[in-house]
């Protein structure tokens, strides 16, 4: 006896069904892709519009940004303490942004947000101090990030690894 049409019909059904939901895996696999790209896109965005925001902070008081960028330190009877405590507290809070948006970025954009990061926290005794004295406000990620950074140039003293290891 020959096979029969209708055995026929559903094995070539089934074949057909396979295409069908391969190509339909791939369509997903493809608009997945997409959807995250437009998420590093839309991350990196915003990213880069809040560090706008945070250098037109920096320059209503223009004398704030050698305290954050060029390594100035912070005096205690400074008539301008206040505000440069205020700017790098928000200058630290972004950082701290930058690294809980780690994985909404692509590899190469993250390596460069790190070593702004790592950039900021080297030039910046103010920042520094800030986080040394405000450990527990920052996650975990922000604090071994100081660690590295002071490893290596401070030969491992106690500033960062008490940030790091006190949790």
């Given at each position: 006896?020959?096979p029969?049409?209708a ?5 070539l ?5 396979l ?7 791939c369509?997903v696999y ?14 990196h965005g ?7 925001e ?6 209503e ?31 630290v ?10 994985d ?8 460069t ?5 790592v ?17 527990e406000?920052?996650?975990e ?8 950074f ?18």
């Amino acid at each position: 006896m020959g096979p029969n049409w209708a055995d026929i019909i559903m094995a070539l059904s089934a074949v057909g069904s396979l295409v069908v939901t391969g190509i339909g895996l791939c369509a997903v696999y493809v608009q997945l892709k997409k959807v995250r790209e437009s998420v590093w896109g839309d991350t990196h965005g915003r990213l880069c519009e809040q560090s706008i925001e945070l250098l037109r902070f920096l320059a209503e008081k223009r004398e704030t940004y050698d305290y954050i960028y060029a390594g100035k330190e912070l005096e205690p009877k400074n008539p301008d303490r206040v505000h440069v405590l205020f700017v790098t507290e928000a200058i630290v809070n972004f950082l701290e942004h930058l690294v809980l948006q780690k994985d909404n970025l692509p590899e190469k954009q993250w390596m460069t947000w790190r070593r702004f990061i790592v950039s900021t926290y080297a030039g910046s005794p103010v920042i520094r101090d800030f986080i040394t004295s405000h450990r527990e406000w920052y996650s975990e990620d922000l604090l071994l990030i100081a660690n590295e950074f002071d490893r290596r140039t401070l030969g491992g003293t106690a500033r960062s690894s008490e940030r790091a290891g006190d949790r």
